[in-house]
């Protein structure tokens, strides 16, 4: 079942040209068809008494409920208080969050006589949330981050837009009390609240582009420019793709959350007012009509947390198979978000794992200006393809099943494991060829175990070699970042081996082990491949200043037709 | 002579990049302040459009 939830803001800004009239409008569209909203209220609502009698009308007459916008902190009142122009939360020294997060509470209650149950961030870290769920009990739902708000969207924004969150799970979830980015483990992990994302977004083009132009925000799509004035296909698709989504997963959150600035006049780059409101208003009966044939349900923030605790728990996997809307092509790309990591697969490079988030390291990211992450509240990778041409893939006899697209589909087993099936490629190797399915299972208790079977061959009789290679790295953007002192490692029977990476291209290796893994202290995390193939190869490199990668290597060597190779990956 | 319409770079556009094109009124000609990109109005948005079809061709827009 998708969840959704239409949210607005109410603001009073006196520094811009604003007015009231697109959010009433927004509001008045959305009661016309029955649709409950969640108003996110800004501080300096809270001063105006007949914005705050408007806010208590819409609530008490059509079940709305009121919470509290803290995405960007501005206007008059705010910058009395405040003493600053700095108006993201997340930014701010730790004591400077509190008292900001304080002072809107109180002011919050002593409008409207209760402290608010939903607040809204574009990205907050775990210790503010934490104080902020001590201190209130009642908060229960935040949206936390935009889906991959990074690198695309920095470029696309002239690198004017100072908001670092990739890495994050895209849907609901239960963050943890180590890093608001990560899925909490169980209850003393978790902070306590039902994390949501800032917009539903195209899980395609967020990982290839910006993934602020292609959104359940009409107006992202209308930047974009995915529409022709009034007429836009790709909000009814976007919306049943993610529809197919429940197929995989209990339950599906989905939200738009479109500023009224959006749909005021001369708002909204090339486009009329009118065309704006137009697809807004689509976007409403889109809601409507689903509700109506039992595949949606529309409910308040609030509502869905409590939905989600009902539903959900900590140790569930979440599942996105994603089909390329826009380009025409077949393209999909898979993501799993767990609370140890979360992986993206990618079946047009042939199954090649391309982005990889370890959250078992459960590093500790706040930023801020006394921090040493400075602004990037993005949680590290230590794969990824599009940054920094990082992947896991893997070489028949040489040939790289990374230049062979396919496609695949997912089966859930009954007993919660989640396998990737892959549609065979037909490779040429050495005066032959073949048949290769590849596929990954993830485990309910986290391991994922990559299985590649030569379904045939022209040649039966010849034995091939299957060679898992895992080129790593770390960061969060696209500059090489330093990875000094990792430590790469094979079990070898006769005595461990190992080196501590420190780019002078050296390398391990052995015919006699099980395991080839690597421990990146900066990431707190130990990858691993491992086999139970008596055959196997292993080595380890640890890279060179030019080409800043360390590469673990499983390679089994004796596979004839028929025969299926198992290689583990674990992430700990 | 037209007005200082709000044209977003067609060339910037390409990749991915926001860049609103400014207005000329002397040469009556937007201008990209990112790349090299200038022309008159009726130029501009069509090569904005020219973009929009190119890179969604196999895509339909309407319902």
Redesign the interface.
């Known amino acids: 079942m998708l969840y959704c939830n239409v949210i607005h803001k109410i603001s009073n800004d006196s520094s811009v040209d604003y007015t009231i009239e697109p959010l009433k409008f927004q509001q008045d569209e959305a009661h016309k068809l029955g649709l409950k909203t969640t108003l996110l209220v800004s501080y300096d609502v809270l001063f105006v008494e007949d914005y705050v009698k408007y806010c208590i009308e819409q609530s008490e007459k059509y079940g709305d409920e009121l919470g509290l916008n803290m995405q960007f902190l501005i206007g008059e009142k705010y910058s009395e208080f405040s003493k600053t122009r700095e108006g993201q939360l997340h930014l701010m020294p730790f004591e400077q969050q509190k008292i900001m997060v304080e002072e809107h509470f109180e002011r919050f209650k002593a409008a409207f006589g209760y402290y608010p149950k939903s607040v809204a961030f574009y990205y907050m870290s775990a210790p503010i949330l934490i104080w902020m769920k001590e201190k209130y009990p009642e908060f229960k739902i935040a949206i936390m981050n935009c889906f991959e708000e990074g690198i695309?969207m920095y470029?696309?924004?002239?690198h004017g837009w100072n908001l670092f969150c990739e890495g994050s799970p895209w849907g609901a979830y239960y963050p943890s009390k180590k890093n608001s980015m990560c899925p909490a483990y169980d209850e003393a992990d978790a902070i306590g609240i039902v994390a949501v994302p800032h917009l539903n977004r195209d899980m395609m083009m967020a990982h290839i582009?910006?993934d602020d132009?292609f959104s359940s925000h009409s107006a992202n799509v209308q930047?974009g420019?995915?529409?022709?004035g009034n007429?836009?296909?790709?909000l009814?698709d976007f919306f049943d793709e993610w529809k197919k989504q429940s197929s995989y997963n209990k339950a599906v959150y989905y939200n738009t959350l479109v500023n009224a600035l959006w749909l005021d006049e001369?708002k909204n780059?090339?486009e009329t007012v009118e065309d704006s409101r137009d697809l807004y208003c689509q976007t409403l009966r889109i809601y409507k009509d689903n509700e109506d044939n039992g595949e949606a349900k529309v409910c308040t923030m609030a509502e869905y947390a409590d939905i989600h605790n009902k539903l959900c728990n900590y140790d569930t996997a979440d599942i996105n198979l994603w089909n390329d809307?826009?380009?025409?092509?077949k393209r999909q790309l898979f993501w799993c978000s767990r609370s140890e990591y979360r992986i993206t697969i990618d079946p047009n490079l042939g199954g090649a794992i391309v982005d990889l988030r370890p959250y078992a390291g459960r590093l500790s990211i706040v930023p801020g200006p006394d921090s040493d992450v400075m602004w990037t509240g993005s949680y590290p990778y230590v794969l990824h393809n599009w940054h920094r041409e990082s992947c896991h893939t893997c070489f028949i006899n040489g040939e790289n099943l990374f230049e062979h697209r396919t496609t695949a589909s997912v089966k859930k087993e009954e007993n919660g494991d989640i396998a990737l099936i892959l549609e065979p490629v037909e490779l040429d190797v050495d005066n032959a060829t073949i048949d290769v399915q590849s596929i990954f299972l993830i485990k309910k208790d986290g391991r994922i175990a990559i299985r590649r079977k030569i379904l045939s061959s022209s040649e039966p009789q010849k034995e091939y070699s299957v060679k898992e290679q895992f080129r790593g790295t770390k960061g969060t953007g696209v500059l090489p970042e330093d990875y000094k002192g990792t430590r790469l490692y094979i079990d070898d029977k006769n005595g461990e081996l190992s080196l501590s990476a420190n780019y002078e291209d050296r390398k391990i290796a052995s015919n006699n082990a099980s395991c080839v893994g690597c421990y990146v202290p900066q990431l707190n995390t130990t990858v691993e491949l491992i086999t139970e193939d008596k055959n196997a190869r292993f080595t380890a490199e640890e890279g060179y200043m030019f080409r800043p990668y360390y590469t673990m290597i499983c390679e089994h060597t004796t596979v004839k037709a028929g025969e299926e190779v198992v290689t583990w990956l674990k992430i700990r | 002579m037209a007005e200082n319409?709000?044209?977003?770079c067609p060339e910037c556009?390409r990749r991915?990049?926001?860049?609103?094109l400014f207005y000329d009124k002397k040469d009556d000609e937007y201008y990209c302040r990112?790349c090299c990109y200038s022309a008159d109005e009726e130029t501009a948005?069509g090569d904005?459009k020219k973009?929009?079809t190119e890179?969604?061709?196999?895509?339909?827009?309407?319902?």
């Open positions: 695309h470029d696309g924004n002239r582009g910006r132009c930047r420019m995915v529409n022709e007429k836009c296909k790709y009814y001369g780059f090339e809307l826009l380009m025409g092509s | 319409k709000v044209i977003r556009m991915d990049i926001d860049s609103e990112l948005f904005l973009f929009k890179k969604y061709k196999s895509y339909k827009y309407s319902k």
